[in-house]
């Protein structure tokens, strides 16, 4: 079982933006989901858990390993996927992780090539081993991007943002890449999209501005909003006026007609009904400035 504490972490940038702010988390082995709208700090947390950024202040703790002064065996045990995957510009599949496995201390060049070959046929791409990374779909790219993140049987992988811009069927293999992932490690998955995190996670927590919103389960946090959610189809230019009178979490198109949730303990209006509350609501919720002012 292994274990990471994150305690009271800051980081400011230059420009004076507080990414994180007093941040404490407890995250322990399986699939954790790390839900949070762009800008609310999760790749500021991402990259200092992969020892990339030292924050201000804080300490993080891997199975009681000190990562931030103890980077170097932090970095034995890590898989990093990170937003942007940069490759230069002419490497092949096969070279790109012979090349990563060299970097993760893998010095055999038997066991190397062993390795190498086991990850890309387990990502599905061993026929296309000499092909440039370069010209791989987003899909692809991905896909050699969780081989690197698996190499030398990491403890902590880190995968941020992994599946924005990948159609259905890349986002379902690349989401069953990860589900493959041994017991004893912890995946940190962070994303701002909710379906990634209801089909894959045990465990999440929601960030925003820094700070974490909610950590608990997506079923414990949906109990939250139980009774609370109530639902209306209106007229688009109405939108306003409903902003204004009630808490309205979220507003979407469905079939071409506006559908707003509203939280509610009794039934808000006339026309509105009583919704089971989806990990989307609770995510408008716990993000949205007009609820957290409550
Ligand atoms: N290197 C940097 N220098 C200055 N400000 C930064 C830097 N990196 C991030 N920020 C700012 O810190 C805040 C948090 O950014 P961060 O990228 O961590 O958020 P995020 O949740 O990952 O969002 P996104 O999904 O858009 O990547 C944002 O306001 C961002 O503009």
Known sequence: MSNLIIKNLTKTYPNGVKALDNLSLEINSGMFGLLGPNGAGKSSLMRTLATLQIPDSGSI??????????????????????????VYPKITAEDLLDHMAI????????????????????????????????????????????AQALIGDPKLIIVDEPTAGLDPGERNRFHNLLADVGE????????????????LCTDMAIMNEGKIMYKGSPDNVLSELDGLVWQKTIARKDIDEYVKNFKVISNKMVSGKTVIHVLSTSSPAEGFTQVEPDLEDVFFAKTSANFLSE
Request: proline share 1%; hydrophobic share 35%.
């Open 61 to 86: 703790t891997l199975n009681g390993t000190d990562i931030i002064n103890e980077s170097e065996q932090l970095r034995r045990v890590l898989g990093y996927l990170p937003q942007e995957f940069g």
């Open 184 to 199: 004893n490690v912890i995946v940190i998955l962070s994303t701002h999209i909710v379906e990634d995190v209801r089909e």
């Open 103 to 146: 970097l993760k201390g893998i010095t055999n060049k038997k066991e190397r090539t062993e390795t190498v070959n086991y990850l890309l046929q387990k990502v599905n791409l061993y026929e296309k081993r000499k092909k440039a990374v370069k010209s791989f779909s987003g899909g692809m790219k991905q896909r050699i991007g969780i």
